[in-house]
């Protein structure tokens, strides 16, 4: 569930609209890429 | 798999926790952590199954005028409807198994003659159909649900019947109705907090039944034992409440009870005086938190009975309204006491929701500067946890209790209701100062009955002949399952002896982690129950402290 590895400079944040869910505004983290990580077993 | 357990969430053993927490100094950012979190807020929602929510994750109809919703193409397996996998084979694809179109639920599965005319295949709940009737979800009944593991009789012992919502699909006006799920038009906000952080697909309630057993064991891990009843046995010393408290071995013995169902917490001013309520023996996880001076509280929609709601309800009736369309099957008060876990002990209990002293207060267990108790005892209402955020005071460790109506739980709330309880908590922390330390855990009390395709692993059995079903009349002892075998003996109460009526686990539920440090876009396989979020807390902030350990369910899960 967590990377503890991550720097974290810049937290991830994900704001949505209360609403309907739908995305209002991402904040990626410097780690982040687009890929998604890895699924583990 | 076992390593990766240790890197996940609940076991940070691999961390070396040092020094405690600081008794002058309840800050906590500078309370020493195994990880970087310094605060954890658990939002416990209402009744929701994994499938009902996640069965086609991520994969929405998008149907026109239904907020959209697009999966990123790198999301990951998860084992849902659409995709079954196999825990049992190291989550490998299940060939040749259509759960959508020849489910065992039905008209051509192994329980259509039983389920009747509620025999269903799983079916699409559009957003237009957020309110729906409540399913069952008393232990008996979904135990007989799964069918000694084929899963197959949903309708017959948990379905009930709508409208509403009204159809199609015709099957929601029959028992079948229980077959029903949402996708990400509906559920949207938990969909896009999965496309960003880390989604659980191993996650179950510690034990079968509905709220308050879910509640304890989130807060304790043991639902046997109690220090104190009211309403509970009759003057020849049966049970009053079947569906509610369960006899632990076959003596009827008063000192080996457990709480199966919903019986209010004793003495609470909001609880119900001609229903059974209880007080719990032994301690919780407030307790231990207390002991090392880390602050926390409880936060709980309806919780100030001063405050006076924009309807005119007030006190243990105050009441908001739902705002999805349609009309409810009833309007629950604000304020629920058999959800309210820390008032099942005595210890950790505000019985008459006396409020804090301050909001400097919030979390704290004596009046700020002074060797007072607060009035709360760290119980408080859900506003009092935004004013905390705002004047940043969030405690250590926080669990949220929406209002009744923003829960979740079918028949007096629903799904878009609770998307704006959610959101509102996530967007308030992501914009406080306190984001970069936190994370928020959002699980669920227990699925309301709602259908999901996967046997969960049988850690704890039971043999109660009034309450278990599982596996045959009066036996929850289900084998091997998830490379672990069934324990021959149930694990021990609060006094020490084996106890019935913890049949666990019970129902595959959702668990997300939304935090910066959570992985992004994950499906996380390990196998997790309600009292996983306790064990991360003594990990975190206890130094790994395991207090009756022997008595937990989640031994099983230590002893690998």
């Not at chain 2, 807060?219 to 009211?230: D, E, L, M, P, Y």
């Not at chain 2, 919030?362 to 705002?390: E, M």
Request: charged content about 15%; some cysteine; overall charge negative.
């Amino acid at each position: 569930m967590f990377d503890f590895e991550r720097k974290n400079d810049e937290p991830r944040k994900l704001f949505l609209d209360e609403a309907t869910g739908a995305i209002v505004k991402v904040v990626a983290s410097h780690d982040d890429d687009d890929q998604g990580d890895d699924n583990q077993h | 798999m076992k390593n990766e357990l240790k890197l996940t969430l609940f076991a940070a053993t691999f961390l070396v926790a040092t020094a405690g927490a600081l008794a002058d100094d309840q800050d906590p950012s500078h309370v020493r952590t195994a990880t970087p979190i310094k605060h954890l807020v658990v939002i416990f929602q209402e009744n929701v199954s994994y499938d009902h929510y996640f069965g086609t994750y991520p994969n929405a109809l998008n149907l026109p005028g239904e907020t959209p919703f697009h999966a990123s193409p790198k999301t990951p397996k998860n084992n849902n409807l659409i995709a079954p996998l196999d825990p049992n084979n190291n989550f490998a694809p299940l060939a040749g198994v259509d759960l959508i179109n020849n489910n065992p639920n039905g008209p051509t599965g192994s329980g259509a003659a039983q389920n009747g005319a509620g025999a269903a295949n799983p079916f699409r709940l559009s957003p237009a159909q957020a309110l729906t009737a409540d399913q069952g979800h008393n232990e008996s009944p979904e135990e007989s649900a799964y069918d000694n593991g084929k899963m197959d009789l949903f309708p017959k012992f948990v379905g009930t019947a709508g409208p509403p919502p009204n159809s199609p699909p015709g099957a929601v006006t029959t028992k079948g109705l229980v077959m029903g799920y949402y996708d990400g038009n509906t559920v949207t906000a938990l969909w896009n907090y999965a496309q960003h952080f880390a989604l659980s697909d191993n996650n179950y309630t510690t034990q079968f039944g509905p709220s308050t057993p879910g509640a304890i064991n989130l807060i304790s891990g043991q639902t046997n034992g109690f220090a104190a009843t009211q309403n509970v046995f009759d003057a020849t010393g049966k049970l009053l409440h079947g569906t509610h408290e369960a006899f632990g071995d076959a003596s009827n013995s008063a000192s080996n009870v457990t709480e199966i169902g919903d019986g209010d917490p004793l003495g609470d001013v909001c609880s119900n005086p001609t229903l059974d309520q209880v007080q719990m023996a032994g301690r919780n996880i407030g307790d231990l938190l207390n002991d090392r001076g880390i602050t926390w509280g409880s936060f709980m929609g309806g919780f100030d009975l001063s405050v006076v709601n924009a309807n005119g309800t007030t006190g243990c009736a105050r009441l908001t309204n739902p705002t999805a369309p349609g009309t409810f099957a009833f309007n629950s008060v604000d304020y629920i006491p058999h959800h309210a876990w820390f008032q099942y002990y005595k210890s950790t209990s505000n019985s008459t929701h006396a409020r804090p002293s301050s909001v400097a207060a919030i979390g704290q267990t004596n009046i700020p500067h002074t060797k007072t108790p607060d009035p709360a005892n760290h119980n408080y209402d859900i506003n009092d946890f935004f004013a905390a955020l705002k004047a940043g005071n969030l405690p250590a460790v926080s669990f949220l209790k929406a209002a009744a109506f923003e829960d979740g739980h079918a028949g007096y709330s629903d799904p878009l209701d609770e998307q704006h309880f959610v959101v509102r908590v996530i967007n308030a922390l992501q914009k406080s100062d306190a984001w970069a330390e936190t994370a928020v855990i959002v699980l669920y009390d227990d699925s309301d009955g709602w259908y999901d395709h996967q046997m969960p692993p049988v850690v704890n059995p039971s043999f109660n002949p009034v309450v278990d079903t599982l596996n045959g009349p009066g036996v929850c002892n289900h084998g091997v399952q998830q490379g672990r075998m069934t324990r021959a003996t149930p694990l021990n109460g609060a006094f020490g002896q084996p106890a019935w009526g913890r049949c666990g686990y019970g129902t595959r539920m959702p668990l997300l982690v939304v935090s910066p440090w959570a992985k992004k876009n994950h499906i996380d396989h390990t196998l997790t129950d309600q009292t996983s979020v306790l064990r991360f807390i003594e990990d975190n902030w206890l130094r790994h402290h395991r207090w009756h350990v022997e008595q937990h369910v989640r031994l099983r899960a230590e002893e690998r």
